[in-house]
């Protein structure tokens, strides 16, 4: 959108440190809001917000859904939630780990990208494996500012790396550096024209929903078809018949339509039983580890314990809702 910059960035394994160097540098004033994702285990209370502000100049938090973006702020994705950002607020919610990260990277990336296009800003940190590789490759086909920690300045240098690999960035710093980058970044015009941006996943959903939509119509005989094997989990064919809903899979397994339905409903039985089962499990050891918590007095473990089986009793009364007010078949 023209006019509107925002500064996004993503860090894994030795992100931490770069993160505190780069707000080490920022001013007061620094006139663009920062949405940070940084890796964290999802059971670790995170710190980063209090170690952000003692950092820098301007107050971190975790963020939170539906709030506005307010220039000279910081927003960390919560642990185990992810983060982006759309129309100038924060996103927030837990959904499908990416790139088996919650919070990962590329989701706020690619936001920025849709919902800022050339005032989009990634800056991608030390780290492993390939998260957010691919959302900074959608900021600078948006016309956005691609940034990367040099690899020899990373504690971790394999996602630096990686970026490298598949990007030519705009540029390339150690994050000491990085910080008088964004001031100039922000203090200066966006990247002239909106740039050419191809979301691939935004493509392959839109596909999906087409594929889902052409299923339920009846017009996917003889393609691959969006069920899997109630049997083994094996991709199922459609055949070719067109009077009747017939399905293969490729080890064998074959279901006429209505057999198929009832396989289904065996299958989500047993998984809701199973599911029902371990979060029980799940609210009754956090309950168990609140209560040693209190034994030895540490009241702030107790508490957060006590939410955990709080949380968990409540999601176990709707399955079990659900579960004993199934209608017969």
């Known amino acids: ?25 920022l001013p007061p004033d620094f006139p663009l809001g920062v949405f940070v994702v940084v890796h964290i285990p999802p059971d670790c209370p995170s710190l980063l ?17 539906g709030e506005e973006v307010t220039p000279g702020r910081i927003y960390v994705a919560p642990p185990n939630y992810h983060l982006a950002v759309d129309s100038g607020k924060a996103r927030v919610w837990y959904g499908p780990k990416v790139n088996a990260f919650r919070p990962a990277i590329d989701p706020l990336f690619r936001s920025a990208a849709e ?5 989009a800003i990634g800056v991608l940190l ?29 504690t971790t240098p394999e996602l630096p790396r990686n970026a490298l690999a598949a990007i030519e960035a705009d540029h390339t710093l150690p994050s000491m550096e990085i910080g008088r980058l964004l001031m100039g ?28 939509a052409g299923q339920t119509q009846g017009e996917r005989a003889g393609q691959v078809s969006l069920f899997s094997c109630p049997h083994c989990g094996g991709v199922m064919r459609q055949t070719e018949e067109t ?42 050891l956090a309950r168990e580890l609140a209560g040693l918590a209190r034994g030895r007095g540490d009241t702030a473990t107790e508490q957060r314990l006590t939410v955990v089986a709080d ?19």
């Open 1 to 25: 959108m023209p006019g509107r910059k925002i500064v996004v960035i993503g860090g894994s394994a030795g992100g931490l440190e770069a993160l505190r160097r780069i707000v080490r540098v």
């Open 49 to 65: 917000p209090q170690i952000l502000t003692h950092n820098g100049p301007f107050p971190a938090a975790h963020a939170t859904d």
């Open 115 to 119: 919902h800022y296009g050339a005032g």
């Open 126 to 154: 030390s780290g492993a494996m390939n998260d957010g590789v691919a959302g900074l490759l959608a900021i600078q086909r948006g016309g956005g500012v691609a940034v990367v920690q040099d690899p020899a300045d990373a």
């Open 185 to 212: 970044l922000a203090r200066g015009p966006a990247n002239a024209g909106a740039g050419d941006m191809v979301d691939t996943i935004a493509e392959a959903k839109r596909a999906y929903h087409r594929d889902i």
């Open 243 to 284: 009077r009747l809903a017939e399905f293969l899979c490729h080890i064998g397994h074959y279901y006429e339509g209505e057999a198929l339905l009832s396989a289904q409903a065996e299958t989500i039985e047993t998984t809701s039983f199973t599911l029902f089962r371990a979060i029980k499990e799940h609210a009754m």
């Open 311 to 329: 949380e968990a009793e409540r999601q176990l009364a709707i399955i079990e809702a659900g579960l004993l007010k199934r209608p017969p078949n």
